[in-house]
């Protein structure tokens, strides 16, 4: 099933920074659905990505061009329509980005040079001793295996390259970064591009609001990598903008994918040049997927470069995400990728770590102690921690495979750390456990273990407790983002995927006079834990100005979710806001599409606050996600059918868990 057919997207790394990826797939029939409305099942021929047609106020759209020596002309060509812009035209690269109208778009899309036209996505960045036991890391250091004569390039949010625990291994940075209205580079040059030797600072100004640093992420990454494979080389990749309201006036930052694409472009020339380069870590993912993305139409430039990066003997390894379901965001859904999920030091699976078949791996990811800006320390908790233990990993082994003819393609690589991992048989799917040192003396695995989500040790949201919950609406709110389930071992919340929300512990050591405190981070969004739906017309109330009983700061966690899980909200749905929220919710005049888009809304806002799942089944043939799934993409083709609508009114808005 896909879920993020559903799922607009955004590419979020392991820090809640704001970041954010349709021959539309064989949409199942729904059951209430008269025949009639049946949704088609071959993509449209047009090559306008669905939704952007309808897009009167303007959207930033990639421009992919059939060869790079038409981008000038095709440049020119969209100067001209109205009311657009080219505002990227990178060279020798076969897309540009153009911001424009729906109607200008669609103009630009009958020029038979342009292949295809989308939007430009946003994504987001998705823990250290005990877990480098754990996988064998201290064992292969003993033996010589440290990863020298190799190369690894942290794609993220920058690094600190001073910082000590990184050893000096930083040797070249760049930066690619978008400009736009109200969003700033974080290149120390205020441009798009940087290559310069600190082009990818993590301390640079921009990075800064107040005494928190925007850009912690990837030095953070880069210390787990460097801690698992101290000998290697480190490329830094700062991808990230920064966007100077987020929400309350608050900043994150977030990466948009024609940064992503060029920061893999360059990988692909730099391993001319490098040829130790083996492996590229994406500690960062967009949507959500509950199978292998690699038939959807809007990752076919991603996918195409990571299939170029793996085609030179260079490995993507990727973030799962942190959403707690099966599946994985961009580009962990693409098989190029090895995808990487999280467990704690007792091999259990923390509730709110992705799982399921895209999974390659799970590695350590709970409570990681490493380096962040300012000679620090910090400690996280994410598939974004778990993923470089994996990046390091590849690059022990390529090393050995090096010294002993062995073969270091990247493929064989991987297949040695699947090959040697512990099963982790989690909601009926195993996925081996990284283990470095077994992979590399071919060691048989470590027999497995078996968790179901809810057992004990791993309380799932609702577990355990819930029996008492009160069944009157409004008595049982949503716990606040972050706030854990009751129970005794409850894995600390992920950092999102960067804007940094949650709370961390220093542990740099003191110094005399005593150094300042660092400054106390918001709780980690994640999917709430409630028990009982809400009706479009009680999350209207919910968004009202002192009606409800949540937060703004849960609602606006709710509704980020959402925008990074839709591809209707919140780009065409217009909901980034709860005021806007609100007004799709409770429409000043009800007609079929209002109607439609609030039941739409409502339904995924249900689920973000943790009162359905997207595998719950509406009826024995069609599950919560392929409702949703049906419902956008006959929101994306402009039809409102009133049976799609009471469809999801009445068996997921008004279902009881």
Not at 84 to 106: H, K, R, Y
Request: glycine share 10%.
């Amino acid at each position: 099933m896909r879920l993020r057919a559903l799922v607009a997207q955004v590419i979020v790394l392991g820090v809640v920074f704001c970041v954010v990826f349709c021959g539309t797939p064989a949409v199942p029939a729904l059951a209430e659905e008269p025949p009639a409305e049946t949704v088609q099942t071959t993509p449209e021929p047009e090559k306008l990505e669905a939704g952007l047609v309808s897009d009167e106020d303007g959207a930033r759209a990639i421009v992919e061009l059939a060869v790079p020596a038409q981008a000038e002309q095709v440049a020119g060509e969209a100067r001209l329509l109205p009311e657009t812009d080219v505002v990227l035209q990178p060279q020798d690269t076969s897309f540009i980005v153009v911001q424009g109208t729906g109607e200008s778009l669609a103009e630009l899309a009958k020029d038979p040079r342009v292949v295809s036209i989308r939007r430009d996505r946003t994504y987001s960045p998705s823990s250290l001793a005990s877990g480098l036991t754990l996988v064998g890391a201290d064992r292969a250091h003993a033996e010589g295996a440290d990863g020298r004569g190799t190369t690894i390039a942290i794609v993220d949010t920058g690094i600190d390259a001073a910082h000590p625990a990184l050893g000096s291994k930083v040797v070249r940075q760049a930066c690619f970064s978008v400009v736009d209205e109200g969003v700033r580079s974080l290149c120390p040059n205020g441009q798009e591009a940087d290559t310069s030797e600190r082009a990818a600072d993590a301390a640079t100004p921009v990075c800064l609001d107040g005494q928190v640093n925007l850009c912690e992420h990837g030095t953070h990454v880069a210390g787990i990598a460097h801690a698992v494979a101290p000998g290697a080389d480190i490329v830094a990749l700062q991808v990230f903008s920064r966007v100077d309201d987020c929400g309350a006036g608050e900043p994150c930052v977030t990466a948009y994918e024609s940064s992503l694409l060029l920061a893999l472009e360059y990988l692909t020339r730099l391993k001319d040049t490098v040829p130790g380069l083996v492996a590229v870590n994406m500690s960062l993912g967009g949507g959500l997927y509950g199978a292998s993305c690699d038939g959807e139409p809007e990752v076919q430039e991603m996918r195409g470069r990571l299939g170029a990066l793996l085609a030179k003997g260079v490995a993507t390894v990727a973030a799962a995400g942190n959403e707690g379901s099966p599946g994985a965001g961009v580009p962990g859904c693409l098989s190029g990728a090895v995808t990487v999920g999280a467990t704690d030091d007792a091999d259990r699976v923390p509730d709110w770590s992705n799982h399921g078949s895209v999974l390659d791996l799970f590695a350590p990811g709970v409570d990681v102690d490493s380096s962040v800006p300012g000679g620090r320390t910090e400690i996280y908790s994410g598939t974004s921690m778990s993923t470089p233990h994996v990046t390091g990993a590849l690059a022990v082994l390529a090393q050995r495979a090096a010294e002993t003819g062995a073969d270091a393609s990247a493929g064989a690589l991987t297949g040695r750390l699947t090959a040697a991992g512990r099963p982790i048989v989690y909601d009926g799917v195993a996925v081996p456990r990284l283990d470095l040192y077994g992979a590399l003396t071919g060691a048989a695995p470590s027999p497995g273990v078996t968790q179901n989500p809810g057992d004990p040790g791993d309380p799932g949201p609702g577990d355990p407790g819930d029996s008492d919950v009160p069944e009157e609406p409004g008595d049982d709110p949503s716990p606040e983002p972050g706030t854990p389930p009751v129970g005794p071992t409850q894995a600390p919340v992920p950092i999102p995927l960067p804007t940094v929300t949650v709370t961390v512990t220093v542990t740099a050591d003191p110094v005399d006079p005593p150094a300042v405190a660092a400054p106390v981070r918001p709780t980690m969004c994640v999917r709430g834990t409630s028990k009982k739906t809400l009706s479009a017309a009680k999350w209207a109330a919910e968004f009202g100005t002192g009606k409800g009983t949540l937060t703004d700061a849960t609602l606006r966690c709710y509704l980020g979710m959402v925008g990074k899980a839709s591809r209707v909200f919140p780009e065409l749905g217009g909901a980034s806001t709860p005021a806007a929220a609100r007004r799709v919710l409770k429409p000043a005049k009800r007609t079929k599409r209002t109607v439609f888009e609030s039941e739409l809304l409502a339904a995924w806002l249900n689920w973000a606050s943790g009162s359905v799942n997207l595998t719950a089944r509406v009826n024995e043939t069609t599950s919560v996600g392929d409702a949703l799934t049906t419902a956008e993409a006959r929101r994306l083709r402009g039809s409102f059918p009133s049976a799609s609508a009471s469809l999801l009114g009445r068996h997921v808005n008004a279902r009881r868990t």
